[in-house]
């Protein structure tokens, strides 16, 4: 059981908006910044929304990240089937002095 | 464009020590700024991260693994390594190599991961 709570599984059909959630505690999400990773089948994670909110280069503005207090979320719009991968939340741990990875969520595009 | 890729042995016994190197191509480890860190990925299960080395030397381990890994930086070679001692099969997971250009713990360039398998 990971100590940022993701869940394990979300669907939406093509076009549509689906959302992501990871819930922490005081302790990592409500003290520090969440990172957000997209990792397709047999391969390496990749960095989609890092400070919360920002997106690095090349990162479709489909993909939006936002916080709220000790719980953050992860938008995606417009959702095409290449978005069918799992997601992954990551954030700092001030209690266990690390950065800490959501248990992932599994998308499927029906 | 920068990349990075994994290698070593892809089983290890028991007890142990796996070794693990990481060569960084398109641009140069000496790069100021950049945390070079090891995370390694269980079957089904989300991201460890295990520690950073900065060119310089310096590290930061995982706090859960710290008694047993070691990092060191081959700046000659643009290669990174990892030594983690005193193996058990719940260290058999997928490793990699990951670039934190900020020092803030986002990861944005990743190798894409070498399988190592703990078992006699």
């Known amino acids: 059981q990971s100590v940022l709570t993701q869940p394990p599984s979300a669907s939406g059909t093509p076009g549509q908006r689906v959302t992501i959630s990871c819930s922490g505690s005081s302790s990592n999400i409500g003290t520090n910044t969440v990172n957000w990773y997209q990792q397709l089948p047999r391969r390496a994670p990749k960095l989609l929304i890092y400070s919360n909110n920002q997106r690095p280069s090349g990162v479709p503005d489909r993909f939006s990240g936002s916080k709220s207090g000790a719980s953050a979320s992860l938008a995606i719009s417009g959702l095409q089937s290449e978005d069918e991968a799992d997601y992954y939340c990551a954030t700092w741990d001030d209690s266990l002095n690390g950065p800490l990875f959501g248990g992932g969520t599994k998308l499927t595009v029906l | 464009q920068v990349q990075l890729q994994e290698s070593g042995p892809g089983l290890v016994k028991p007890s142990q020590t796996l070794s693990l190197t990481c060569t960084v191509s398109g641009g140069s480890i000496n790069s100021g700024g950049y945390y070079w860190n090891w995370i390694r990925q269980h079957p089904g299960k989300g991201p460890e991260w295990i520690g950073y080395?900065?060119?310089?030397?310096?590290?930061y381990y995982n706090p859960s693994l710290k008694s047993r890994v070691t990092m060191s930086v081959d700046t000659s070679k643009n290669q990174f390594s990892l030594k983690l001692s005193s193996v058990t099969a719940a260290d058999t997971a997928v490793y990699h190599c990951?670039?934190?250009?900020?020092?803030?713990?986002?990861?944005?360039?990743w190798g894409q991961g070498t399988m190592v398998t703990v078992s006699s």
């Open positions: 080395i900065y060119y310089s030397g310096s590290t």
């Open positions: 990951a670039r934190d250009p900020w020092g803030t713990y986002a990861f944005d360039i």
